[in-house]
């Protein structure tokens, strides 16, 4: 068999409004292989967890752009069905093996309303590779923001590792 640990992290920063980061383990426990990940920004969300309000509409959410921003990031925005709010979310994920930077293939993902990417690489039996997707949102109603899309890129841009925001969080 293939026995699997993962552990995982997150937080929404205390110290950064905007900013969200998770950390996974993967450890093969007794198996070689390679491995494939699939992190992406889905605005295909919808409201239909409480049963009295299934008959109400529950997709929220018009998606308005989505791109690739790096070989490892994406940008997707959407606006509020109702109240034509701009919401941009800004993603990075990396791959980290013995504290450097795995060896891996990303391969840009794209569905409606959702935006990602794959991402494969090879796990030695008793290896344990780090995966870390640090998020950024920002809307049209924060304080000093012209654009959500480049804001929200702008943040990615400047944030560190999920360690480095821990400390700080």
């Not at 925005?77 to 504290?99: E, F, H, M, Y």
Request: charged share 25%.
């Amino acid at each position: 068999g293939r026995t699997t640990a993962v552990t995982q992290n997150r937080f929404a920063a205390m110290d950064q409004a905007h900013v969200a980061a998770l950390e996974t383990f993967v450890r093969a426990e007794d198996w070689s292989g390679t491995i494939e990940i699939r992190s992406t920004l889905d605005a295909n969300v919808c409201n239909a967890g409480v049963e009295r309000y299934r008959e109400l509409a529950g997709d929220h959410l018009r998606s308005l752009e989505k791109r690739a921003l790096t070989d490892n990031s994406v940008l997707l925005t959407v606006q509020t069905k109702q109240s034509q709010i701009p919401i941009a979310l800004a993603a990075r994920t990396t791959l980290w093996c013995d504290g450097t930077a795995a060896v891996a293939t990303y391969r840009l993902v794209e569905d409606a309303g959702e935006i990602g990417h794959e991402i494969c690489t090879a796990l030695a039996a008793g290896q344990t590779l780090g995966i870390e997707k640090i998020v950024v949102l920002v809307t049209g109603r924060d304080v000093a923001t012209s654009g959500a899309a480049e804001s929200a890129e702008r943040r990615l841009e400047r944030q560190g590792r999920f360690a480095e925001l821990r400390r700080a969080h």
